[in-house]
Each structure stands twice: as C-alpha cells, then as structure tokens.
C-alpha cells in the first residue's frame, strides 16, 4: 500500500509539472507571436487565439452587400491606410488590403475608397475646400479619413458627427483606439475624430527616441529602456545621461555642427512636440463647458521650468536641435540619442549598423506616473459624416477596421521595425507601452486654424532653438492675444 501511494505521489508531481512546463511553453508563444498590452489567454471568450482582446461587434451583423463610401487623401505614407490592391509589394500596405478584405466579408459590405484628392501639408487647404464643395453638392461621402490637420476644419464647419452617438459601434476604450481621445480630444462635449491601429500612418509617426545602443554600451550609461520600465526615464535623467557626451570629429573652429557626435540630436523641430506631450502638458483643453481654451498647462510654472531647462540644454555641445532633416547624424553612429518616429527606424534600418532599440520620450520626473506620445501630423484621423445615411453602419465599419487593423496591420509595423538585432523582448514592451501611450492634442489637431508664427505649436518649437533670452512667459505673452482670437472664433463655430 505504500508503494501505491509512493507511485502515486510521483505520478501527481509529474502531471503537475508537466502542466507548469506548458503553461511556460504558451506563455513563451504568446510574447512572441502577439504585439500588445492586452495579452490573455487563447481560445478565452474575451481573447482571440493570439491572446488578443476580442471586439464586440455581433457576430449576425450583416449589411446586405452595401457600399461604405470612405474618401481618404492621396500620400505616399497615407497609401498604407486605404491600399486597395497588394501591387505595392509593401507588408504594410499588404496587411491593410488583408484587414479591408476581411471587414468586407464579416460585416458583408462593400468598402468604396475615393482617392483622388491630394491631401498632405501643403495641399491641405484646397482638400478641405474641394471635400467640402462636393459634399454641399450632394456627394454622399459616408467616412472621411483625413490628414490629421484637416479634421477640425471638417468639425468646425458642422461636417462631422459625434462619434460618441455611435458607442454601441465604437468602443473608444478597447485598445485599437487612442485611450486619449475621450479624455483630452473633445470639444462641445462631443469627439468628432479618432485614430490609432486604424492608420498604420498614426503608428509610424509615432513620436520616440531611438536609441544606438551600441554607444550606451561603450559610454556605460544606463540602458534609457530598462530606465522607461523602472518608472525612473526623466528629463533629468535624460540630461545625465547627454553630459559630456560631445565629441569634435571635424576640429570645426566654428562649434558643433552634423558632423559632430552628440549626446542628443532631433531629427528635425518637428519633434519638439514630443517633449512638451512626454510631459504630460497641453497647448490646448477645453473648460467645464466644453469651450475650447488655452490650457492652464500651457500658463504654468511646470512649462516655464521644462522650456528653460530644454533651452539651457540645448545651448550646449551635448545636444543637436535644428530645424533641419538630419538623419545622418543617427544612422552614421553619431547620436546616442535621437528624436524621430517609428517610420524613421523602419525606413532607414538597412543603413543602421548598429543594435537599436526606442524609448518614449522622457517624463517631467518621477512623481510624473505616466508616459506619453504624439504622432507627427501626416497621420489619418476617422470621421462619420453628417450626410452619411446610415451611421451606425459607418461606425461598425470603423470599428470593423480598427479592431482588424489591431491584429493584422499594428503587428506588421512592429515586425518592419526588427532589424540589427532590434528583436529583444524590451523592444516589445517600449512599441507596446508607447503606442498605448498616444495623445491627441487640441492646439496639433485644430493647427489649421492658426497662422504658422502665431500658433501654439511653433511657440513651443521655436524655443528649443531660437535662443532668443525671452523667458517663457513673456514669449507666451507676446502670442496669447492672437491665440484667444483664433479660439473665440472656434468656439463660435460650436455654438458658443
């Protein structure tokens, strides 16, 4: 009898055993196979078989075969938003085409995508006034999927309806969508655009550090990724790890110059933005009415301290902040540091010789609990129009893409941004945390509005680098007058 028990004993340790050796096996898969925060259990009824969180678009859904009509921009990077074929020979633009096949099958609709209209930066304006002329004239556009800019001029000119009229369709707190927007991108209480795993284009401007590790490894600096996991990536630790790192490769009598190795160097002003969005500030908020107003970050003694603090930084041989296009200075080897986007790393990985890896852009300090991105502006924001003739169509529509766009298309972005030994698992985590991690705005989204030298945005930039001796507050002040005016007239247009 006790050698039955003994046999028994042993047989239970190994079965127990054998379950835990599994559970690691999946365990292992699952961090593998899936990119995102919101890993489960496979076959689990609220996760797919990756370990992705499911959608709750019912499964009888079924429009009958009819035509969405989506008008988008016509872009080099906005192509792999709406691909319509797989001619390109681009994964991304691939997976896209994959992801609309599929939104077409589960909710049985056509998806019809108008292309024709040059919509970028410089052709902005003309977009908005030829969309919005056609629509005057009856064109029925059910979905706009625009240059980021360009959706508030469709808001403020009573184009756009109030996605969260159609919360039973888009269910702005699943993960394919910006957790920011329901609550720093509503205006008359009302959110009229979204983004995030329905535009690969928002996912590739997402703003971030790359960094050279191989330059971290030979200066012993601490790692800035394992920094961003221990809670303890600050300004200040972004400045400690800069210090003397300047180096005068050309003996240039002039001063530093792109050919000089730095600590820091930004890709170019653009990303300025990310230090003021890092940092938990805005340029703009709404008040308890849902008015549109200069926000009290925007006033404060926090912004005052980050932008003198960054100037006096950026003064010194350490950093190198032009306005400039300057992607040598990383891949060349010669910034620890650099300020730029995902779709940099992706597009210039075959001349990088180097390990890599990213980080988000730092906190303000540690009491700061969490981190936080932006994305350049030539990225697709998503709208329902007021003409659409059935919205909650249009809304399941967008859902349909955005939750596919999760699976698919998000987990694409991140395999094209493997390269140099760019496959650790910390990798994994900084594109999950980052992309988890994006805001939007009010003073980048109604941009439009404003006059280049008098907008929110250039204020900020343009102390990084103007170096001019105006504090904070008086700059501020020199602007603010303009900024209220341009608000006043927002506002109006929403009725208040």
């Known amino acids: ?27 292992e898969d699952e961090v593998t196979d899936t990119v995102s925060n919101s890993v489960g259990q496979g076959g689990d009824e609220l996760y797919d078989e990756k370990g992705l969180l499911k959608d709750s678009i019912p499964d009888d859904l079924d429009y009958g075969g009819k035509n969405v009509r989506i008008v988008g921009w016509a872009d080099t990077e906005a192509s792999k938003d709406f ?78 309806v109030d996605l969260m009229s159609e919360d039973d369709a888009i269910e702005i707190d699943k993960p394919w969508w910006s957790s920011d927007l329901a609550e720093n991108s509503v205006i008359n209480n009302k959110l009229y655009f979204a983004s995030g795993s329905i535009s690969a284009t928002s996912i590739r401007e997402t703003m971030i550090m790359a960094v050279n590790l191989k330059t971290v490894a030979e200066l012993g600096v601490d790692d800035p990724r394992q920094l961003v996991k221990d809670g303890a990536w600050t300004l200040e630790a972004f400045y400690q790890m800069c210090n003397k790192t300047y180096v005068d490769l050309n003996a240039d009598t002039q001063g530093k110059d792109v050919d000089d190795k730095f600590g820091f160097a930004m890709c ?65 080897g010669r910034a620890m540091l650099y300020g730029t986007d995902f779709g940099f790393l992706m597009d210039n990985r075959q001349e990088i010789t180097f390990n890599y890896g990213f980080v988000p852009f730092p906190k303000a300090d540690v009491d700061q609990t969490e981190y936080y991105s932006c994305s350049g502006f030539p990225f697709t924001m998503w709208c329902i129009t007021t003409q659409c003739p059935d919205t909650e169509r249009a809304a399941y529509v967008m859902e349909a893409l955005a939750s596919a766009g999760y699976r698919t298309v998000q987990p694409e972005v991140y395999e094209n941004l493997k390269y140099r030994g760019n496959t650790d698992e910390i990798n994994v985590e900084m594109f ?54 341009v608000l006043t007239s927002i506002n109006s247009s929403f009725g208040y």
């Open 268 to 332: 170019d002003s653009t990303f300025g933005d990310g230090f003021l969005a890092s940092t938990g500030l805005h340029y703009l908020s709404t008040d308890n009415t849902g008015k549109l107003i200069i926000s009290p970050d925007f006033k404060g003694e926090k912004i005052y301290n980050i932008a003198k603090n960054l100037i006096d930084h950026f003064k010194t041989d350490d950093y190198y902040y032009q306005t400039a296009y300057i992607p040598k200075v990383f891949t060349s």
């Open 83 to 160: 691909n319509v074929d797989t001619s390109t020979g681009d994964e991304i633009a691939y997976q896209t085409f994959a992801r609309n096949e599929s939104v077409k099958e589960r909710l049985n609709v056509g998806l019809e995508f108008v292309l024709d209209y040059k919509g970028d930066n410089a052709n902005r304006y003309d977009y908005i006034a030829t969309i919005e002329k056609n629509l005057m004239s009856g064109e029925i556009y059910d979905i706009i999927a625009c240059y980021s800019q360009n959706v508030a001029n469709f808001a403020t000119d009573g184009y756009l």
């Open 1 to 27: 009898m006790n050698c039955f028990k003994k046999l028994l004993a042993i047989i239970c340790c190994i079965a127990m055993l054998l379950t835990v050796l599994v559970g690691c096996a999946k365990g």
């Open 432 to 485: 999950d945390l980052i992309i988890a991690s994006k805001t939007y705005d009010m003073g980048r989204v109604f941009h439009n509005n404003f006059k280049w030298e008098e907008s929110p945005v250039a204020l900020f930039r343009s102390r990084m680098y103007k170096y001019d001796g105006i504090d904070w507050y008086s700059a501020l002040a020199n602007k603010s007058g303009a900024i209220e005016g």
